[in-house]
Antibody, heavy 125, light 111 residues
Framework: EVQLVQSGAEVKKPGESLKISCKGS????????IAWVRQMPGKGLEWMGI????????RYSPPFQGQVTISADKSNSTTYLEWSSLKASDTAIYYC??????????????????WGQGTLVTVSS | QSVLTQPPSMSGAPGQRVTISCTGS?????????VHWYQQLPRTAPRLLIY???NRPSGVPDRFSGSKSGTSASLAITGLQAEDEVDYYC???????????FGGGTKLTVL
């Protein structure tokens, strides 16, 4: 069974650093892209970026470029989302999710399924 | 403001049919990129409802269906039930942003 298990809730102060994790199991971790998604309190889903653990190829959505760092340790089947200096506006639930690729006669269909349970990050002084 | 526009809220009576729209542009849906739909219950991770415009994963009732035309896509829910009263999001790829984008989300109310 494919599973993505995320690290626990965090409470931090503005200016502090943080690294949360997402550990995959039940599949060949290196071969699937993993994305991170933000959901601020009472708001919608925002796609932050994506990483291919096999070679750590990483892409960021423009609003998140330079604001966070996505990394992966394929030997540990884990991806990470990191902040060097948190802001109150980083308060949100963060989800990791695996990209699926379905090959059809019309071409590949790429979508996201198999979500982590989410990590609540609270930044408050 | 997302590049994929959804109505913030919609409503329908039990048993009725509702359609949630997702309007994009020539750099995403109109460029031929697939649209996927997610359902999110409060305080839980999203659940895949429709992938590749009109395909249902196993376990998703056939009351849910998807379609795409031009720069828009739609999620239709027939035989509305109380348990459908949650949030729905569309997702597609955008070539201008070189990344994926979610719609703003639609909160469905069952009257």
């Amino acid at each position: 069974e494919v599973q993505l298990v995320q690290s626990g809730a965090e409470v931090k102060k503005p200016g502090e650093s943080l690294k949360i994790s997402c550990k995959g199991s039940g599949y060949r971790f290196s071969n699937y892209w993993i994305a991170w998604v933000r959901q601020m309190p009472g708001k919608g889903l925002e796609w932050m970026g994506i990483i291919y653990p096999g070679d750590s190829d990483t892409r960021y959505s423009p609003p998140f470029q330079g604001q966070v760092t996505i990394s992966a340790d394929k030997s540990n089947s884990t991806t990470y989302l990191e902040w060097s200096s948190l802001k109150a506006s980083d308060t949100a639930i963060y989800y990791c999710v695996r990209q699926e690729v379905l090959s059809t006669i019309y071409g590949d269909v790429e979508y996201f399924d198999n979500w982590g349970q989410g990590t609540l990050v609270t930044v408050s002084s | 403001q997302s590049v994929l526009t959804q109505p913030p809220s919609m409503s329908g009576a039990p048993g009725q049919r509702v359609t949630i729209s997702c309007t994009g542009s020539s750099s995403n849906i109109g460029a031929g990129y697939d649209v996927h739909w997610y359902q999110q219950l409060p305080r839980t991770a999203p659940r895949l409802l429709i992938y590749g415009n009109n395909n249902r994963p196993s376990g998703v009732p056939d009351r849910f269906s998807g379609s795409k035309s031009g720069t828009s896509a739609s999620l239709a829910i027939t035989g509305l039930q109380a348990e459908d009263e949650v949030d729905y999001y569309c997702l597609s790829y955008d070539s201008s942003l070189t990344g994926w984008v979610f719609g703003g989300g639609t909160k469905l109310t069952v009257l």
